[in-house]
């Protein structure tokens, strides 16, 4: 049995993590401000009760390296969704500093969860900031890993916002309009292939004295449908017969507002500008489609079908993007 650490144990993937860590027989450290799941499902409330938690403080160095000492691994999935008073960039230095102090505390392995294709100069302010990131892990002495997803759906609607939230608008309006040709592609990974990828790249069981290698991997699902596909697909999953159309000549600022209404009426944010933008700008793929284990996880569009034949794939709108 190790001693092991995760930044939002509680949270999205990092339940799941969690729970496969338990079952392993490992100790497990939760790094959030969150003392209990933000889910029932991926972990129960008997496997929490086994977590112990101590506060994500950035600004408390020593408390994070008491809390760090003994782990031998570290799972760094923090990260701001928007910058609403916060920046990429910020965010990006806490992760270094968090680095930094688990390597003075003695963590043998950091692995923490980047996105496809990010660059430090990219145009997208967050992936440059994940990308910093990346960047103060791969200067420290240290070995790590890095998990490259562009989306992660799950079992419930809380999970797979963008596509429960399709759904609600293909049920309930006549045309459904995309930016640009719908060329655009998009290749998630079930958040249960996430985390048993992120337990891989921990390299818990590698031999006792040796270094495991660093890695770079793509944490990317096997289909990687159009939007055109996609949404036509959702649509048939869920019996709508709304037009799913792209034009070629509306942009993503154009369809951004023309969701406006939408946000009035459910009071949250159907779709965010930032969001589609990226969506829109062909880096939502694997970097390295052949690799092998990208086959073996779960396809996304049987999980559609799958989840509308069951009744799940769903009627009421999900907020939760604010």
Not at 300 to 313: E, F, K, P
């Amino acid at each position: 049995m190790k001693r092991v650490a995760v930044t939002g144990a509680f949270s999205y993937t990092g339940r799941y993590l969690s729970k496969l860590l338990l079952e392993k027989g490992h100790s497990v450290v939760n790094l959030s401000s969150r003392s209990t799941p933000i889910a029932s499902s991926g972990l129960s409330s008997e496997e929490a009760q086994r977590i112990s938690t101590y506060p994500l403080d950035f600004s408390n160095e020593l408390l994070l390296g008491k809390a760090l000492e003994g782990s031998s691994v570290l799972w760094c999935t923090y990260w701001i969704r928007f910058e609403r008073g916060d920046t990429f960039a910020a965010a990006a230095q806490r992760c270094a500093r968090l680095f930094e102090v688990a390597r003075q505390a003695g963590v043998q392995r950091i692995v923490f969860t980047s996105h496809t294709h990010s660059t430090v100069d990219s145009p997208f302010s967050y992936i440059a900031g994940k990308a910093q990131a990346v960047e103060a892990l791969r200067s420290l002495d240290v070995s790590y890993a890095v998990a490259r997803p562009c989306g992660i759906f799950g079992d419930t609607a809380q999970e797979s916002i963008l596509m429960n939230n399709a759904a609600w608008v293909l049920r309930r309006s006549p045309l459904f309009l995309l930016a640009g040709d719908g060329q655009q592609r998009f290749q998630p990974i079930h958040v249960r292939d996430m985390a048993q990828l992120l337990l891989e790249l921990g390299q818990l069981d590698y031999p006792s004295g040796s270094t495991p290698p660093n890695e770079e991997v793509d944490a990317c699902g096997p289909d990687a449908p159009t939007a055109l596909e996609l949404f036509k697909h959702i649509g048939r999953s869920v019996g709508s017969r709304a037009m799913v159309l792209a034009p070629g000549i509306l942009s993503t600022r154009l369809v951004t507002q023309m969701t406006k209404p939408i946000n009035w009426i459910t009071g949250d944010i159907l779709l965010d500008g930032d969001d589609l933008d990226l969506l829109a700008s062909g880096l939502t793929v694997a970097e390295r489609p052949d690799d092998p284990r990208i086959a073996s996880r779960r396809s996304l569009m049987t999980w559609i079908l799958w989840r509308s034949w069951v009744g799940v794939l769903w009627g009421a709108f999900m907020v939760g993007q604010r």
